[in-house]
């Protein structure tokens, strides 16, 4: 076992330690081998949140790497949060396109041959978080995933105080904990299986992830 | 003081924009992507005459390749300028450009031209000072190249300290140097700058003495009643010496230290950039050093944090192999990358 070495010419930054977990175990479902020495594979450093990350960012885009991604959350506006990545990348010389693809974004760095990517949590198109992008690999037609979202909004009317704009997130922990393992974080969640890995966000997601850092 | 420097022609730049520059700049970037040369267009632009020219070349031992007995015997006092041009090509046409823009504005271009009044097979080096951007000439001075491609530095001894450019290599320090340095200091206050500087390392020294004809550095040391040679207290003492010595001599001018990092353990580093800031801030001096310990650039950081008011003075260039300009980090985003464990050599 040996993880990518923060001295990788590949890095990833992400917001904290879910998307961390979340990025490693839905990569090694799709086959990713995170120990393969023969090749280089990103250093991911979750960053403490997204205005940490943005600071990072032209920092790391101005360092000798030959691959950079950054997997973020879109929040409410998504325009904004484009705005202001694509302002930091300006910074360091590197520039994005007005709108972020689809299919997720990827550019070339300032060094020869280098790439730059970002994924916008959920899906580069719609507001959203790495909650919203994980909801999508419920099993669908799960028998408790309806009563999770019920459950939480009937939580909130007695006086829970969980907000209404986290009401997702609150709702995915809820059904977290109803599994037969309960509670198990988001990476071991979908490692274990709990989590589906096939969605068509996921697969779009690990086809950047893939022309990012695997193909050459 | 140089704000951003031009590199054209010289050594293995192309092409190469510098800024912004300083008080004080550390260099990194991988091996023979130019780093020392960098120190040497300062260097040079910042001595502005035909003395400077040949200086890199005697510290690199650029010689030729002696095909006479009369060369054989000349030989350690010819230098091989070739090298002092993009692609080792010494030719008529050949030539460098070195601008600095700031309140050091000096431009220095360096051609190699036929002596017509001589044949063909004679060329010489002429060098040519002035402003950027201006057509005057301040000062035109010429070499002549012998035959085999050699030329003689001048007359004035070649490492003889200038007063205001100090140049200090990565082996270890010339102690004779040293000792003209330190005579220059002893009797004056900055003395016990210079032994306040040493307690970096060992903080039980209380003075410094340069002893007997070899010049031998010793020190008291408190509680020991003898000299002690400064030599048995371990290399990083004599390298600390050395760059506290060229700092003060390179008053109101320009200090270059390649591989600054030199026997120099990381945990005093903070306290090493300390020094050298403050006292380069107080004796005006312009500080441009080379690396490649990330413990020295991650130093730079702390330093930065322990002391906000150095955020101003500080700046990284990333010098890259063929790049038209450096890619330059100001202390906070050594600071940002420091903590995130970001790449910047």
Avoid at chain 2, 329 to 340: G, H, K, M
């Amino acid at each position: 076992m040996a993880a990518p070495p923060k001295e990788s010419p590949y890095r990833l930054l992400v917001e904290g330690p879910d998307d961390l977990h979340s990025v490693i175990h839905l990569m090694a479902r799709h086959g990713f081998d995170w120990d393969d020495e023969s090749r280089a594979r990103p250093f991911i450093s979750p960053t403490g949140g997204v205005e940490q990350l943005l600071r990072i960012f032209p920092v790391a885009l101005k360092g000798p790497y030959q691959r950079i991604g950054i997997v973020l959350d879109a929040n409410s506006r998504l325009a904004d949060r484009w705005a202001q990545i694509r302002g930091r990348a300006n910074r360091a010389d590197v520039a994005l396109p007005e709108s972020p693809g689809s299919e997720g974004t990827i550019v070339e760095g300032r060094q020869p041959e280098s790439r730059v990517g970002i994924w916008l949590m959920p899906d580069n198109s719609s507001p959203g978080t790495l909650e919203s992008f994980l909801s999508g690999l419920v099993p669908p037609d799960h028998p408790a995933w309806a009563y999770a979202g019920e459950a939480t909004t009937e939580a909130r009317k007695r006086g829970a105080r969980c907000l209404e704009k986290d009401h997702l997130k609150s709702t995915l922990h809820t059904w977290l904990a109803w599994q037969e393992e309960p509670g198990l974080p988001f990476g071991t969640a979908l490692r274990t299986g709990v989590f589906e890995t096939e969605s068509e966000t996921a697969r779009r997601f690990v086809a950047w992830f893939n022309r990012l850092f695997v193909e050459s | 003081m140089i704000r951003k420097l031009t590199v054209q022609g010289f050594r293995c730049f192309r092409e190469l924009h510098v800024e912004p520059l300083t008080r004080v700049n550390l260099f990194v970037g991988q091996n023979n992507a130019g780093k020392t040369s960098l120190l040497e267009a300062v260097e040079l632009v910042a001595i502005g005459s035909i003395e400077g020219l040949a200086r890199s070349a005697v510290r690199r031992r650029e010689r030729i390749l002696a095909e006479s007995e009369v060369e054989e015997e000349f030989k350690e006092h010819i230098v091989d300028p070739s090298h002092l041009f993009f692609g080792h090509n010494l030719q008529p046409g050949s030539s460098f450009l070195i601008e600095s823009e700031g309140t050091l504005s000096t431009s220095v271009r360096c051609t190699v031209e036929p002596i017509s009044d001589q044949g063909t097979s004679f060329w010489s080096l002429h060098f040519r000072k002035g402003i950027p951007g201006s057509p005057l000439i301040y000062e035109k001075q010429r070499l002549t190249i012998s035959p085999s491609g050699g030329v003689r530095p001048p007359p004035k001894r070649p490492l003889e300290p200038n007063p205001r450019v100090s140049f200090l290599q990565a082996d270890s320090p010339d102690l004779d140097q040293l000792g003209k340095l330190w005579d220059a200091l002893v009797l004056t206050p900055e003395e016990e700058e210079v032994t306040t500087a040493l307690k970096i390392i060992e903080p039980d020294i209380e003075r410094l003495a340069a002893l007997g004809v070899g010049r031998k550095f010793s020190v008291k040391l408190t509680g020991v009643d003898r000299g002690i040679p400064l030599g048995s207290l371990g290399g990083g003492l004599g390298n600390l010496l050395a760059l506290v010595l060229h700092l003060f001599s390179a008053r109101g001018g320009f200090l270059l230290i390649d591989e600054i990092d030199t026997g120099l353990h990381y945990s005093i580093m903070v306290d090493m950039w300390r020094l050298i800031v403050e006292t380069a801030k107080k004796l005006d001096v312009q500080v441009f050093a080379t690396t490649h310990s990330l413990d020295c650039v991650r130093a730079l950081a702390r330093l930065r944090n322990k002391y906000p008011e150095t955020t101003e003075e500080i700046t990284l260039h990333r010098v890259e192999k063929e790049a038209s300009k450096t890619v330059h980090y100001d202390a906070e985003e050594l600071v940002i990358a420091a903590e995130s464990e970001i790449e910047v050599r």
